[in-house]
């Protein structure tokens, strides 16, 4: 626990050491867009001018569209290798540094640093944001290995301090109704979080429970074996993964934006995935249900279950070895993933179609998304934490 605390200051730290020659410049507002928001969680935007300016996007973005490809596209036979996932994720996250890096510097102001031309302080810039980015994979891998949370700790200290503000934001808005109606405000935010944060957890800890039979174990613990399928088949992870999936187009279309300046199609794209329009929110909900239920059955993987059961020799209370456990499964998973897919959908998408509706800015249209992935990964550190709590408590044993 103290390791991962060290890792935040650094982290910290690195956020707040500025580039000499660039011109500071006020950090973009969470509620601009999409793009803003993902900047937000992965502690990255094109606005900030620290050594940590990129944060973990490419490396998220890369593990994203590596580990769909592994899960969906590889021969399901093979065993997969970790270094050769690895390896992808380093290529692929090396080349979005560069692209994310090149787009940040163009947009930053500079000031004359000696005799370095604009084009020398651009590359230098470029150069110091992919560096500073490898560096925060290096932590990472250092909480991973002595700390809790891995990249999931640096993400939740990114969010609530997106969150710090929409509070503040939210705080001002409500002290300009002034009286009585700046309490109603204060009383609706809290209950909003409370009942956000109510629901999440709920999530997290319920579960849909199949009874196992097992040929060769027959004692009076027998009954309590039994396949657990959570009602967050993979917790907050198709947010992310949406997010991601939203950030490879956006970068291509400002590339593109470059080389043929004043194109409406181009225009109109960044605006769609930015969720500035309507067009853009439906593709973000829609893409967010269809992740949440094909990401539950890849990474849960009841057919594989239903086999290994079948291998063993074991079996479900009612159902047959095989193709009818794997359906009975399947249709769990489903269940669960419609389920709290069902829920993002609601907390996200509504605040999302008014803001764009009523053309607002403000980061408070975000904050339902924000206070549900935060609840998700507060959760899921706190099971962490707990599980090394536990074998901690197994040591004198072993």
Same mark, same amino acid.
């Given at each position: 626990?103290?390791y991962?605390?060290?890792?935040?200051?650094?982290?910290?730290?690195?956020? +707040?050491?500025?580039?000499?020659?660039?011109?500071?410049?006020?950090? /973009?507002?969470a509620? +601009?867009?999409?793009?803003?928001l993902?900047? +937000?969680?992965?502690?990255?935007?094109?606005?900030?001018?620290s050594l940590?300016?990129? *944060? =973990?996007?490419?490396?998220?973005?890369?593990?994203?569209?590596v +580990?769909?490809?592994?899960k969906?596209?590889?021969? $399901?036979?093979?065993?997969? %290798?970790?270094?050769?996932?690895?390896?992808?994720?380093?290529?692929l996250?090396t080349?979005?540094?560069?692209?994310?890096?090149?787009?940040?510097?163009?947009?930053?102001?500079?000031?004359?640093?000696?005799?370095l031309?604009?084009?020398?302080?651009?590359?230098l810039?470029?150069?110091?944001?992919?560096g *500073? #980015?490898?560096?925060?994979?290096?932590?990472?891998?250092?909480n991973?290995?002595?700390? @809790?949370?891995?990249?999931? =700790?640096?993400?939740l200290?990114? @969010?609530?301090?997106?969150?710090?503000?929409?509070?503040?934001?939210?705080i001002? %808005?409500?002290a300009?109704?002034?009286g &009585?109606?700046?309490?109603?405000?204060?009383?609706?935010?809290?209950?909003?979080?409370l009942?956000?944060?109510?629901?999440?957890?709920?999530l997290?800890?319920?579960e849909?429970?199949?009874?196992?039979?097992?040929?060769?174990?027959?004692n009076l613990?027998?009954?309590?074996?039994y396949?657990? @399928?959570?009602?967050?088949?993979?917790?907050?992870?198709?947010?992310?993964?949406v997010? #991601?999936?939203?950030t490879?187009?956006?970068y291509?279309?400002? @590339?593109?934006? &470059?080389?043929?300046?004043?194109?409406?199609?181009?225009e109109?794209?960044?605006s769609?995935?930015n969720?500035?329009?309507l067009?853009?929110?439906?593709?973000?909900?829609?893409?967010?249900?269809?992740?949440?239920a094909?990401?539950?059955?890849?990474?849960v993987?009841?057919?594989?279950?239903a086999?290994?059961? /079948?291998?063993?020799?074991?079996?479900?209370?009612?159902?047959?070895?095989?193709?009818?456990?794997? &359906?009975?499964l399947r249709?769990?998973?489903?269940?669960?993933?419609?389920?709290?897919?069902?829920?993002?959908w609601l907390?996200?998408?509504?605040p999302?179609?008014?803001?764009?509706?009523?053309g607002?800015?403000?980061?408070?249209?975000?904050?339902?998304m924000t206070?549900?992935?935060?609840a998700?990964?507060?959760?899921?550190?706190?099971e962490?934490?707990?599980v090394?709590?536990t074998?901690e408590?197994? $040591?004198?044993?072993?």
């Amino acid at each position: 626990m103290e390791y991962s605390v060290l890792i935040v200051l650094v982290y910290l730290l690195g956020r +707040s050491i500025p580039i000499p020659w660039v011109v500071y410049q006020e950090a /973009e507002s969470a509620g +601009s867009g999409i793009q803003a928001l993902i900047g +937000s969680f992965l502690g990255s935007s094109l606005s900030t001018t620290s050594l940590f300016s990129l *944060g =973990l996007a490419p490396w998220v973005t890369a593990m994203v569209m590596v +580990s769909v490809f592994q899960k969906t596209l590889e021969d $399901k036979t093979q065993k997969k %290798s970790p270094g050769r996932a690895n390896r992808a994720t380093l290529f692929l996250a090396t080349i979005l540094a560069f692209v994310q890096a090149l787009v940040s510097a163009v947009k930053m102001q500079y000031q004359p640093w000696g005799n370095l031309r604009t084009t020398d302080l651009w590359l230098l810039t470029a150069a110091i944001l992919v560096g *500073g #980015s490898f560096l925060i994979r290096w932590l990472v891998g250092r909480n991973t290995t002595w700390g @809790i949370g891995g990249q999931t =700790l640096i993400i939740l200290v990114n @969010i609530l301090g997106n969150l710090r503000q929409v509070v503040m934001e939210y705080i001002r %808005s409500a002290a300009g109704a002034g009286g &009585w109606k700046f309490v109603c405000f204060l009383f609706l935010g809290g209950a909003a979080v409370l009942v956000i944060f109510t629901v999440m957890l709920f999530l997290e800890g319920g579960e849909f429970r199949s009874t196992v039979r097992r040929i060769g174990i027959n004692n009076l613990y027998a009954e309590d074996d039994y396949i657990a @399928i959570r009602l967050t088949p993979v917790g907050t992870m198709p947010v992310m993964y949406v997010m #991601s999936f939203f950030t490879i187009p956006y970068y291509v279309l400002l @590339i593109l934006n &470059w080389f043929l300046p004043g194109r409406k199609w181009i225009e109109e794209g960044l605006s769609v995935m930015n969720l500035n329009q309507l067009t853009g929110v439906w593709i973000f909900g829609g893409l967010l249900l269809l992740l949440t239920a094909v990401l539950a059955v890849i990474f849960v993987g009841p057919g594989e279950i239903a086999k290994n059961l /079948e291998r063993q020799g074991d079996f479900l209370d009612y159902l047959e070895p095989g193709r009818e456990t794997a &359906w009975h499964l399947r249709g769990q998973t489903l269940m669960a993933a419609l389920l709290s897919g069902a829920v993002t959908w609601l907390l996200v998408i509504p605040p999302l179609v008014i803001r764009v509706l009523r053309g607002g800015t403000s980061g408070i249209y975000m904050a339902p998304m924000t206070i549900m992935v935060a609840a998700g990964m507060a959760a899921e550190l706190l099971e962490e934490a707990k599980v090394y709590r536990t074998m901690e408590n197994y $040591k004198p044993f072993l």
